[in-house]
């Protein structure tokens, strides 16, 4: 079990040029399916960007590079896109498509633009990380809401 680990986090973290680490109190990993299911108090750290939830499932290529993760359970990040804007917030889930740098959160989403002092709340929220766009959507009985800082000038 701890070889199908060392594989999994090997194999994902030499597909990136940052180092991805991955810490869980529980690891499912099956290699020939291209799934490794981490569950309990699970961090995952590469660069500056972190993602905490209950429980990430992390699905590989042929290649075994990552192709999606998917984050349950009180899921907090802190990202940061090419541009060099920095978000953190939370939500009930987050898909992260590496490939397409694209992350979608769903469930009572709260994201905070750090360095422009934005917020956005909604239902559902995706960020493109690399073109530094946000689209987002509210539920059915709740708008989405948008909340900038003005400073008033003198």
């Given at each position: 079990?701890?070889?199908?680990?060392?594989?999994?986090?090997?194999?994902?973290?030499?597909?990136y040029?940052?180092?991805l680490?991955v810490?869980a109190?529980?690891?499912?990993?099956?290699?020939?399916?291209?799934?490794?299911?981490?569950?309990?108090?699970?961090?995952?750290v590469?660069?500056?960007?972190?993602?905490?939830?209950?429980?990430?499932?992390?699905?590989t290529?042929?290649?075994?590079?990552?192709?999606k993760?998917?984050?349950k359970?009180?899921?907090?990040?802190?990202i940061e896109?090419?541009?060099?804007?920095?978000?953190?917030?939370?939500?009930?889930?987050v898909i992260y498509?590496?490939?397409?740098?694209e992350?979608?959160?769903?469930?009572n989403?709260?994201?905070?633009q750090?360095?422009e002092?934005?917020?956005?709340?909604?239902?559902e929220?995706?960020?493109?990380?690399?073109?530094?766009?946000?689209?987002?959507?509210?539920?059915?009985?709740?708008?989405?809401?948008?909340?900038?800082?003005?400073?008033?000038?003198?």
């Amino acid at each position: 079990m701890r070889f199908l680990l060392f594989l999994t986090i090997f194999f994902i973290s030499i597909t990136y040029a940052q180092q991805l680490k991955v810490k869980a109190n529980l690891v499912n990993a099956d290699e020939k399916a291209g799934i490794s299911v981490f569950e309990g108090d699970v961090n995952i750290v590469k660069g500056t960007d972190e993602l905490n939830a209950s429980k990430v499932t992390i699905y590989t290529n042929v290649n075994h590079e990552p192709t999606k993760f998917i984050a349950k359970g009180d899921v907090s990040f802190n990202i940061e896109t090419q541009n060099g804007a920095i978000y953190k917030g939370q939500a009930g889930e987050v898909i992260y498509k590496p490939i397409e740098k694209e992350y979608h959160f769903f469930k009572n989403v709260h994201l905070q633009q750090i360095d422009e002092k934005k917020e956005i709340i909604g239902d559902e929220v995706v960020l493109k990380t690399v073109e530094g766009k946000a689209y987002a959507k509210g539920a059915k009985a709740e708008p989405v809401i948008m909340i900038f800082d003005m400073p008033e000038k003198e």
